[in-house]
């Protein structure tokens, strides 16, 4: 499977709202990495400013946590599942706006995880390896047994 069937497959989103251009390599578990897509194409591309407004950084790295979760889930013979991004305590936008041609790659990787709730250490690099991005995303993943129409 490549980087970009790999997204299709463990992300619950469909383009155009699937803001990752390719998955890298696995290199641990609980670690994802991907290339982001800065392009015309991306949904969120803005022409005034020539570039993607640096607040996506928070999707990015949400996506990129999604990956990594989707990649465990697949491991131990899981369908990909819904989760939700509660929150972030802090979190380090060092950019105006994400360029096309940036070379950015984005990093999560799971510090907790406790079947439902899980935190990520997350950044996002430009391709001299400068932080462009970075923060803790906590998240819940509800267990099978959850309805989520039930929810409040």
């Given at each position: 499977m490549d980087g970009i069937d790999e997204i299709e497959a463990l992300l619950p989103h469909r383009r155009p709202m699937v803001l990752l251009a390719?998955?890298?390599p696995e290199t641990a578990p609980g670690i994802a990495e991907a290339r982001l897509d800065v392009s015309e194409k991306c949904e969120f591309f803005d022409h005034a400013i020539g570039g993607v407004p640096s607040c996506a950084a928070l999707e990015y790295m949400a996506q990129t946590?999604?990956?990594?979760?989707?990649?465990?889930?697949?491991?131990k013979g899981d369908d990909p599942a819904i989760g939700f991004v509660l929150g972030t305590r802090r979190m380090d936008v060092l950019i105006d706006k994400f360029e096309p041609g940036?070379?950015?790659?984005?990093?999560?990787?799971?510090?907790?995880?406790?079947?439902?709730?899980a935190s990520f250490d997350c950044s996002i690099a430009d391709a001299r390896g400068e932080i462009a991005a970075k923060a803790t995303l906590t998240a819940f993943q509800p267990g099978p047994e959850?309805?989520?129409e039930e929810m409040p």
């Open positions: 390719e998955a890298l946590m999604a990956l990594a979760v989707g990649r465990e889930r697949r491991c940036g070379g950015y790659v984005a990093r999560a990787e799971c510090t907790y995880e406790d079947g439902e709730f959850a309805n989520l």
